[in-house]
């Protein structure tokens, strides 16, 4: 795999017009969501001049095989080749699943990125992971594809409901955790509200990046990039379940970054004080989950699904002390039982 393009502006539409002048692109669909069709798509929509634009639901509930088919009809119906393209614009759900439909349609045809929340400007889009929710489980069936381009414009965040970009800002702790010392001492000075946000993009954007460059195939080095995932996908899938319940991506990732930041704590000897700024300031910007000791009992559960598990272990990546991660450290069961009971205190 090579690196990808990834392209960030404050005038998003030359640099997409200047893609499609040099393409020779037979059909061009674009996928969107009933939010972005209405907020999103009219920013772009005069340079990308679609042959076809699919809709569907908004939700990552709607991640799955079923949702997948209505968008391989559409594209099959409307009789696309392999030269044609398939344009995301949206969050994480929409890149996550466009792509894998993409990669996948006729044995792949290429795709682009346009993401417009923060969570998939600062990840979701970048690194070429593709995938859908089966049977409960999060991001369960996928593979490993580059969009031929990513386009990043911040202007797209003005967009979000507050709740959606505090969720994104998950990912940005998560990247300064596992690699930069330096600017988590920046957020964590400064009020989730008051963040520069085009800064926290390009930063996120060349830890990922990098990391991804080192490891594309995530066979290493880049699952650092899970801290706060296996428990927190776990949290994920299961809120997934329930109706009046149901959290953001964002929201269940910091929930398992201060899990994780105690397991970080008892196995790696993350230093106390770092345990205490992490979970305070995490706590602080996103307030804490209620889970009762049965939702213990069955997060612990999905965490036998984590894609990392090896030979039924499963595996953590974890914290040597902020901005320095380790991965592949083998936890039990009852570990994470233990420290999910200590985040459900009191």
Request: hydrophobic share 40%; glycine share 6%.
């Amino acid at each position: 795999m090579l690196p990808e393009e990834i392209e960030i502006s404050q005038n998003i539409s030359v640099n997409i017009q200047a893609f499609f002048n040099a393409s020779d692109y037979d059909k061009v669909a674009v996928l969107v969501d009933e939010n972005t069709r209405l907020h999103c798509l009219p920013l772009v929509h005069k340079v990308i001049k679609p042959t076809d634009i699919i809709e569907i639901e908004s939700g990552e509930e709607k991640k799955t095989l079923d949702t997948c088919v209505r968008i391989w009809r559409e594209l099959t119906d409307n009789h696309y080749e392999r030269k044609s393209l398939l344009v995301n614009l949206g969050g994480g759900v929409i890149g996550d699943m466009g792509g894998f439909c993409a990669a996948t349609y006729k044995r792949g045809i290429d795709f682009v990125n346009i993401p417009t929340t923060l969570l998939s400007q600062v990840d979701a889009s970048i690194g070429g992971k593709l995938g859908i929710d089966f049977l409960g489980f999060k991001n369960h069936i996928g593979t490993f594809e580059l969009p031929r381009k990513v386009f990043i414009d911040t202007k797209f965040l003005k967009t979000l409901p507050e709740r959606e970009l505090r969720s994104g800002f998950a990912e940005v702790i998560k990247h300064c955790l596992i690699a930069d010392k330096d600017y988590w001492k920046i957020i964590s000075d400064v009020d989730f509200k008051d963040q520069n946000w085009p800064d926290i993009v390009n930063h996120s954007v060349e830890v990922k990046n990098k990391v991804v460059e080192e490891d594309p195939f995530e066979k290493g080095r880049r699952k650092i990039l899970n801290f706060g995932h296996t428990i927190g996908h776990a949290i994920e899938s299961y809120f997934l379940q329930m109706d009046e319940q149901r959290l953001l991506h964002g929201e269940a990732i910091a929930a398992g970054m201060i899990c994780e930041t105690y397991l970080s704590g008892k196995f790696c000897n993350l230093p106390e004080s770092s345990v205490k700024s992490i979970e305070n300031y995490i706590t602080e910007t996103f307030g804490r989950i209620r889970i009762s000791l049965e939702d213990i009992e069955e997060i612990t559960k999905l965490c036998l699904q984590d894609k990392k598990n090896v030979k039924g272990i499963i595996n953590f990546s974890l914290l040597k002390e902020i901005g320095n991660s380790v991965f592949n450290v083998g936890i039990e069961q009852n570990e994470i039982r233990e420290v999910l009971q200590l985040y459900a205190r009191p």
